[in-house]
């Protein structure tokens, strides 16, 4: 690896001083892929006819990138990880896409994915399971799962990623990456496959800050494809990246990372939360104030129930399109309702149809108060709690998760009831929509932890600024995979 | 009619079809028999297409729930109906969800009957959302068209309200003039702009009988037959002591056999599952904004009939079909904007014109017979070129020939004869050949006098002026 294991900032100096061709930074992007798919399984598609582009002076003119496979890509399989659009080509390019496309960005690769996003393994797509490139007998969480594998092997700098739940984040924090998702309407969402619309953001898998900061510059922008995207054009986040955080202030919710509340704590969660105080300690060194605060543990644990509710409604009704009938594999039968049941049997694997019935369940007339509406108001009241909080802070800062990337097949792991609200808490910037991103802060055994740092709303800027300067206060910025033995 | 009271409800679908594009997307909204012409990734429900609101769709919207007094709501959103069906490719609808808030709630509307009586309609509601796409179904396979996919569609529910098939197609008639008087919709059900279900009930006291809901009656004249069978087949039933055989169900309008059809039971109506579209956020209607839709409101029929009353004085029989639809009302002022008289033209326009119209089922504005056309005619008629029995003449000629007037008249040598010389030449002809007949008249007989003027206008092919001929014949029989 001569190129790929370098920041975008790097990379482009490299291209205009002539130190290096377009053409040979996707060449070898490419070699990586396949060793990377060898190892990893982490791609659908390997775009091996990718030439170079133009060099300008674009940040991102001339480098190679990964688009997960729920975007849309004219003239390319766009899979989405499922069986329901398995030969599925788009006659159209998702806004990010295009957006990056106008910088000189280039695609060399769509990487794998649970399946339509729906699911937080990496286990569920339609290519199989996508491995951890720190520890392949680990999973890279998901759903981002094969950009965050690539992004963390060193394939490119950065991949598209998709979060409905914590899709960017949690991989992003599994394999030792940063992962960002910006305000919900910054980036349009046209062209990316649906999942659950209230709750879907686009973003991207990084190794730096910086270089999270310039590819949503390139990837954001008001649609007029998509009415809940907002003008952004005032925000420039990477002009306006700065390490000066003096003043500015975190909290932490008390509940979820104060060792005191899990009865006999693994020695893999007390290392966690150790590594989140050390986190803690960095931030007011270099002059962040961080408090503890105190939220109902009740509205706590509802979260990951609120999650479940909301995202399956939405996603019932978002996926009822996939009937075979237009697109994707047609089905058999004698006439249109057996012929969608029956593409649609065999297209989604089990995981999505379970969650198709509580979508459905939680939607009936009879149900949708108890449930559905229920749901939203927890979802409100989630959100004003939060936002409460963000008039006296700049943000949220929590562990990502309960520790390091989880075995894929299951065994070595102890599930547990009282971890499932640290598990499950950064649905909450799905939830209110809110900016937040993960970077890593240590390890266990070899393998990465992140941290998350979430704002509220519009406030992209302080939110990349606070991460920014946490990160310069560790080693792990532009950190490639090193595989534990 | 019969012994029952009847009780209406109707709900009235009318495409908006004159905005630019569809109401969620950037395809044309325009009619067209070119299959799959108008259509955009939006409207088969691609993966990754979101809806993108048309302003001026909510503008029309909001202007028909102002015509039809309704309130309007303070946020506009809407909600997803989610139902598996070839004709939606997302399966579900993007529309409003009454009592939620929808463009237009709890309103009325005064309808005048033909014979000047008045009667008032509520309305629970008119909401709007996206139209289906359009199926074939032949022998042994379907096809689908998706040029009406998401075209914007407004569906009015009124209270039950009506009480005849009259009163609900005078409804019917008046709102789809409001629709072309706004230029909202040309309303034209032969495009199938406007499809109506219809809700029937009989009873004998005060409490209402049970309601059948005919579905999918896609012109006026069907919304009649299928109150009037309604009301015989429930009458019919309870008659017989046999009312429990009316149920709560949905009906469909056969239109072969003039009868409607059981389609499904109400008991297994489905379960669509609404909730609120997450990819179009709630957004606040200002005030500004329904002041400048009120303000420009157009003039509506009514208001026209009455100008048509007072100005031009004409009948209001006559000014009530002419402000009917809003084509017939363009013609009509058209012609009169040419020199014609008032008067004339709304005789000709409801006699002749609208009897062609009828007959061949066209638009008036579709007529060769244009109002410059029709001008022709009758000013030659008021010239005295031709007679009015001429006039007739042309006007089917110019609509069969689809040949200027002034041509058809030179190549027919259509022309009044009004030279006093040349009549008194023919009267004279005719008296010398019916010597006897002459006799006979001066005996007494004077309806002898109409069988000369028959011969006159016989030996002319109809080409003397009446007037003339009666009054030399008067003068010329007095010298024998």
């Known amino acids: 690896m001569k190129y790929m294991n370098k920041s975008i900032t790097e990379l482009h100096d490299m291209l205009i001083n002539n130190e290096v061709t377009s053409d040979e930074l996707v060449k070898e992007s490419l070699e990586l892929s396949h060793e990377v798919e060898d190892k990893c399984n982490a791609f659908v598609t390997i775009l091996d006819d990718a030439k170079g582009g133009e060099v300008t002076d674009d940040l991102l003119s001339g480098i190679p990138y990964g688009i997960k496979d729920n975007y849309s890509l004219k003239d390319v399989l766009s899979t989405g990880s499922s069986n329901t659009l398995k030969d599925y080509v788009p006659f159209f390019t998702a806004t990010a896409v295009e957006n990056l496309s106008k910088h000189g960005a280039i695609p060399v690769n769509k990487t794998a994915m649970d399946e339509f996003g729906m699911g937080g393994t990496g286990t569920t797509g339609h290519t199989g399971v996508q491995k951890n490139p720190w520890d392949t007998t680990r999973m890279c969480a998901g759903s981002s799962s094969g950009s965050a594998a690539a992004v963390a092997s060193g394939v490119y700098p950065y991949a598209l990623g998709s979060d409905t739940g914590d899709s960017i984040r949690k991989p992003a924090a599994y394999c030792g990456i940063v992962g960002y998702k910006p305000t919900y309407g910054m980036i349009s969402r046209y062209g990316l496959f649906p999942f659950a619309s209230s709750l879907d953001h686009c973003g991207v898998l990084t190794r730096s800050v910086r270089d999270a900061a310039i590819v949503v510059d390139g990837m954001k922008g008001i649609d007029h494809r998509d009415m809940t995207t907002w003008d952004s054009s005032s925000i420039k986040l990477n002009d306006n990246l700065t390490d000066d955080v003096k003043g500015k202030s975190l909290f932490y919710i008390k509940e979820l990372v104060e060792i005191e509340n899990y009865d006999n704590p693994s020695e893999e969660l007390k290392r966690h939360l150790e590594i989140f105080d050390e986190t803690v300690k960095r931030c007011e060194s270099i002059g962040i104030k961080v408090e503890g605060v105190s939220i109902d543990k009740k509205l706590l644990e509802a979260i990951p129930a609120t999650y479940v509710v909301i995202s399956c409604a939405e996603a019932t009704s978002n996926m009822s399109n996939l009937t075979g009938l237009i697109f994707g594999p047609r089905g058999e039968g004698n006439n249109y309702i057996e012929v969608m049941k029956d593409h649609r049997t065999k297209g989604f694997s089990p995981l999505i149809k379970r969650r198709f019935v509580i979508g459905s369940y939680v939607l009936q007339t009879e149900n949708q108060e108890r449930y559905f509406k229920n749901a939203q108001r927890v979802r409100r009241l989630v959100v004003d709690t939060i936002k409460e909080q963000f008039k006296k802070y700049d943000g949220l800062i929590l562990p990502v998760g309960t520790g390091v990337a989880k075995h894929l097949d299951g065994s070595k792991d102890i599930l547990r009831n009282d971890t499932s609200a640290l598990e499950e808490h950064l649905q909450i910037g799905n939830f209110g929509g809110f900016p937040s991103i993960t970077i890593p802060d240590g390890f266990i055994d070899g393998l990465p932890v992140g941290v998350n740092i979430t704002g509220n709303c519009y406030d992209d800027q302080n939110v990349l600024n606070i991460a920014y300067a946490l990160e310069k206060t560790m080693d792990y910025k532009g950190q490639i995979a090193r595989e534990v033995q | 009619m019969g012994k029952y009271n009847v009780t209406i409800g109707l709900e009235m679908h009318c495409e908006v079809s004159e905005t630019k594009s569809?109401?969620?997307?950037?395809?044309?909204?325009?009619?067209?028999?070119?299959?799959?012409?108008?259509?955009?990734?939006?409207?088969?429900?691609?993966?990754?297409?979101?809806?993108?609101?048309?302003?001026?769709?909510?503008?029309?919207?909001?202007?028909?729930?102002?015509?039809?007094?309704?309130?309007?709501?303070?946020?506009?959103?809407f909600e997803r109906k989610n139902y598996y069906y070839p004709d939606m490719p997302k399966n579900y609808?993007?529309?409003?969800?009454?009592?939620?808030?929808?463009?237009?709630?709890?309103?009325?509307?005064?309808?005048?009957?033909?014979?000047?009586?008045?009667?008032?309609?509520?309305?629970?509601?008119?909401?709007?959302?996206?139209?289906?796409?359009?199926?074939?179904?032949?022998?042994?396979?379907?096809?689908?068209?998706?040029?009406?996919?998401?075209?914007?569609?407004?569906?009015?529910?009124?209270?039950p309200d009506l009480h005849s098939a009259d009163d609900a197609v005078a409804f019917l008639e008046y709102i789809r003039a409001i629709y072309q008087y706004c230029g909202i919709s040309e309303a034209d059900s032969k495009k199938g702009q406007i499809r109506c279900d219809v809700n029937v009930s009989i009873s004998d006291g005060e409490t209402l009988g049970t309601k059948v809901e005919v579905k999918n009656v896609n012109s006026f004249s069907g919304v009649r037959e299928t109150i009037n069978y309604e009301i015989k087949r429930q009458s019919e039933l309870k008659d017989a002591g046999r009312y429990d055989e009316v149920v709560q169900e949905t009906r469909r309008w056969d239109e072969e056999s003039g009868t409607t059809i059981r389609m499904r039971s109400k008991v297994d109506a489905e379960d669509y599952k609404y909730f609120v579209e997450p990819n179009i956020p709630r957004y606040k209607i200002s005030k500004e904004w329904l002041e400048e839709i009120r303000a420009s409101i157009p003039e509506l029929p009514y208001e026209r009939k009455e100008k048509y009353m007072q100005e031009y004085g004409l009948s209001d029989y006559d000014a009530g079909i002419l402000v009917k639809d809003i084509n017939i009302a363009k013609y009509f002022e058209k012609t009169i904007s040419l020199g014609v008289d008032a008067k004339t033209a709304a005789n000709w326009i409801t006699g002749n014109i609208l009897g062609y119209t009828y007959k061949y089922e066209i638009q008036i504005q579709e007529l060769y017979l244009t109002p410059e056309r029709l001008t022709v005619i009758l000013d030659s008629m008021r010239d005295g070129k031709i007679s009015s029995k001429q006039a007739k003449e042309l006007f089917y000629m110019v609509l069969e020939r689809l040949e200027e007037p002034a041509d058809i008249m030179k190549k027919e040598g259509m022309q009044q004869i009004s030279d006093d010389g040349a009549i008194i030449a023919i009267v004279s002809e005719v008296l010398n050949e019916n010597l006897s007949q002459i006799e006979e008249y001066k005996a007494g007989k004077t309806n002898m006098f109409d069988y000369f003027v028959g011969q006159v206008m016989k030996k002319t092919r109809g080409q003397a002026n009446p007037v003339k001929v009666k009054e030399i014949l008067t003068e010329e029989l007095a010298k024998r």
């Not at chain 2, 909204?29 to 609101?53: H, K, Q, R």
């Open chain 2, 22 to 77: 569809k109401v969620f997307s950037s395809s044309k909204n325009e009619y067209t028999d070119i299959p799959n012409a108008n259509i955009s990734p939006y409207d088969m429900g691609f993966p990754g297409v979101l809806p993108v609101l048309n302003k001026e769709a909510v503008r029309m919207s909001l202007m028909m729930s102002m015509i039809l007094n309704c309130r309007q709501p303070e946020y506009m959103y």
């Open chain 2, 93 to 159: 609808q993007i529309t409003q969800n009454p009592p939620e808030d929808c463009v237009g709630m709890e309103g009325y509307i005064d309808i005048i009957r033909e014979d000047g009586s008045t009667f008032r309609v509520g309305i629970d509601n008119i909401h709007l959302e996206e139209d289906a796409a359009s199926m074939n179904h032949l022998y042994d396979t379907s096809v689908i068209d998706y040029n009406r996919a998401g075209v914007p569609l407004l569906e009015l529910v009124t209270k």
